[in-house]
């Protein structure tokens, strides 16, 4: 079935550093990626998304990396703060069918420790 | 600029019963999709509607059903309430010329089944 996986559940890193969050999707169809951050109680806030003929897009401390060849994607957060602390997700869909719905892993939690 | 807003924020019902779940999309987007969250879950695409008709649905059974309205607010509608369907309801809108159909996310509505 479709999915979307991710490597790690819990990423636990220091203020300061840099994180990476990893994601493996199953869909070769897919050509439209996104990163989600959740924060306890409240919805999916969009962070980041790339397109399937891009390999890399740059953000605010935020970097996404796309390997088509095996299906990977990756979130990279610069110089990482507590207020970093969330559940990240993943998401991938198809663009071109018109209507697309967004296919969810199950998240990683990255802890910010000071 | 309001964003995506949900009502109401809680809920709890029986089993058996029957609940309606309300969304305003982000101001501009036209386009409205739902999803369900069960806890410590990446969230599952329910339906998209677009022009008030549903335009895509997941594998959800007819008892969650949907509507949208003429000023593209939403309502989504479960009936004969399972424990199951307990979980983070999350509203979902977009563009859908924008071409990239990035959905930004409500907080929720969190619906508890007793």
């Known amino acids: 079935g479709e999915s979307v996986g991710l490597h790690l559940p819990t990423l636990s890193v220091q203020e300061g550093d840099n994180s990476i969050i990893n994601c493996a999707y199953s869909n070769s169809a897919s050509d439209y990626f996104i990163w989600y951050k959740q924060e306890s109680g409240k919805g999916p806030q969009f962070i980041i998304d790339i397109r399937s003929n891009m390999d890399k897009r740059q953000g605010q401390r935020v970097t996404v990396l796309l390997n088509k060849t095996v299906k990977h994607l990756s979130l990279q957060i610069a110089a990482t703060q507590p207020g970093d602390s969330a559940v990240y997700f993943c998401a991938e869909t198809r663009v071109d069918t018109g209507f697309q719905k967004l296919v969810f892993g199950t998240g990683t939690r990255l802890l910010v420790s000071p | 600029d309001a964003g995506v807003t949900q009502s109401p924020t809680h809920l709890i019902k029986t089993r058996g019963q029957q609940v309606t779940l309300r969304c305003s999309p982000k101001s501009g987007h036209d386009t409205v999709s739902w999803y369900q969250q069960a806890l410590g879950q990446g969230p599952q695409f329910i339906f998209q509607y677009y022009e008030e008709e549903e335009r895509q649905r997941g594998n959800f059974p007819d008892r969650f059903s949907g509507h949208q309205f003429p000023n593209y607010s939403s309502e989504l509608n479960v009936n004969a309430l399972l424990l199951g369907d307990s979980a983070l309801y999350l509203c979902?809108?977009?563009?859908?010329?924008?071409?990239?159909?990035?959905?930004?996310f409500g907080p929720g509505t969190r619906l508890t089944v007793l």
């Open positions: 979902a809108s977009s563009l859908r010329a924008d071409g990239t159909d990035t959905q930004y």
